[in-house]
């Protein structure tokens, strides 16, 4: 199959691709040659970087799928371990590869001593996020030895096991940090999750106890933040790593990209967002009113997405999550009711409707987050522990598919036609 383009009295022939599902893109690898044309799509709406074989969206139907497997099946009965074995190997490990994965994790959950040194002069009101990129970044400078050149396979597990494992770890000790306690470190006896809201809620003073809800509930999360293919995150990652830089080096960049408001920092916003309505005794039809009027800069955070036309599969277990346990175990959080209403407002008001505006992950995660006791201005790290395997995931495929060319999108240029040096004694 393919496309015709006419210009300039020309025609050119475009092959068309095809994908697993049927979704369809114009091959242009070769317009600029062959016609000296550029396509111009900004923040890249129509445009597809790569072919990827890692995660499937259908935006329009609200499918979510992680190597074929979907989201609802993964979450009610994956772990985080066997789904980030799945993201970055292929496949569901089998019992032999989830116990080696699961043990080079626990070999990696200790951070270099060096490192604890750097993290105590950092100061303890940093933002989680910002501690967190300067972290992942240091392990370049602790963990040397990764040029991509020797990129192979040991080289390559190991670096993996070191960000999976050890962002875990800079989260926990990140957070006592803020606290004023000690670190906990990992202990050999807990899986990872368990071992993370074991490092984050006891004490030296007083053991955790590690409930089945909480563990789950966590799973959950992660699971269901693993990766969202081509994401503003994920793209910094293969752009970043198109470069031959090293992973530490890739990831941290995702990591700062996620922390934007409109992309992973919106969890945080929405429940800044909910407790400002509360606070101000804003109805939630002032702020939908508010969310629609192009001259206020109150946006309702946790709604919207570039890709889902349609309810957010992630929103919608995160939804029944969030209610059902709260119910459980009898919590009622005042910010989930008005959550709630602004939803059923905003699902029923034309503006919303027309542009079709559901809530997306971040709208319902941070009902569970806070009920598990994780601080608001940790939620989007939360965000990057679930992304991890995503973005090492891609990472990955870019690497396995050599050749690959390095990230250099064109530009239209509207600038000056020419122009020459003024002197300083003849400017204005
Ligand atoms: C994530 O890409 C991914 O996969 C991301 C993610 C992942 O897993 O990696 O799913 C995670 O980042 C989820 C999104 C989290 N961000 C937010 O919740 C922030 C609030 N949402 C918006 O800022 C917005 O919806 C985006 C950023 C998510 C999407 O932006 P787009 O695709 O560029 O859409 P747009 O801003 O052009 O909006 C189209 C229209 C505009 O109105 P018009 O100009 O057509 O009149 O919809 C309006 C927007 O003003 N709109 C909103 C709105 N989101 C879009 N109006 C009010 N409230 C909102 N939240």
Not at 296 to 316: C, E, I, Q
Request: contains cysteine; hydrophobic residues 40%.
């Amino acid at each position: 199959m393919n496309a015709e383009l006419i210009y300039d009295n020309k025609k050119i022939n475009l092959n068309v691709l095809t994908g697993t599902n049927n979704e369809i893109a114009i091959d242009i690898t070769g317009l600029r040659n062959d016609t000296g044309l550029i396509t111009y799509d900004p923040g890249y709406q129509n445009t597809g970087s790569c072919q990827s074989a890692i995660t499937f969206i259908d935006g329009e139907k609200g499918i979510l799928r992680y190597r074929g497997i979907p989201i609802e099946q993964l979450a009610e009965k994956s772990s985080f371990i066997e789904v980030s074995y799945l993201l970055i190997y292929g496949k569901l490990p089998n019992r032999a590869e989830r116990a080696a994965f699961s043990e080079r994790l626990s070999l990696n959950a200790l951070l270099h001593e060096d490192m604890l040194h750097y993290l105590g002069n950092i100061p303890p009101t940093a933002h989680p996020m910002a501690l967190l990129s300067n972290m992942v970044n240091s392990l370049s400078v602790y963990y040397p030895g990764f040029y991509v050149e020797d990129y192979n396979n040991e080289t390559f597990n190991m670096m993996a096991a070191r960000l999976i494992s050890k962002i875990r770890t800079i989260a926990a000790f990140s957070y006592k940090k803020s606290i004023g306690e000690p670190f906990v470190y990992a202990r050999e006896d807990l899986l990872y999750v368990q071992n993370f809201l074991n490092m984050m809620f006891s004490s030296p003073v007083k053991s955790y106890h590690l409930d089945p809800d909480i563990i789950r509930t966590l799973e959950v999360l992660l699971i269901l933040h693993a990766d969202h293919e081509q994401n503003c995150s994920t793209s910094t990652v293969r752009l970043v790593g198109s470069s031959k830089v090293n992973l530490y080096s890739s990831i941290c960049a995702g990591i700062c990209a996620l922390w934007g408001p409109l992309h992973g920092g919106a969890n945080q916003q929405v429940i800044e967002m909910l407790e400002s309505v509360r606070n101000s005794k804003l109805s939630p039809k002032e702020c939908i009113e508010r969310s629609k009027d192009k001259k206020n800069p109150f946006r309702l955070m946790g709604f919207g997405h570039r890709v889902y036309r349609n309810y957010d599969p992630r929103a919608k277990i995160l939804k029944e999550y969030a209610k059902k346990l709260l119910a459980k175990r009898k919590v009622v959080d005042p910010l989930l009711d008005i959550a709630m209403q602004l939803e059923e407002l905003a699902l029923s008001d034309d503006y919303f409707i027309e542009r079709k505006l559901y809530p997306n992950v971040d709208f319902y995660s941070g009902f569970l987050y806070r009920l598990i006791g994780i601080p608001t201005n940790m939620f989007t790290v939360m965000f990057a522990m679930g992304r991890m395997p995503g973005w090492i995931a891609h990472w990955k495929e870019m690497h396995d598919s050599v050749p690959f060319k390095i990230g250099r999108p064109r530009q239209l240029y509207i600038g000056e036609p020419l122009a020459d040096y003024v002197p300083v004694d003849k400017r204005k």
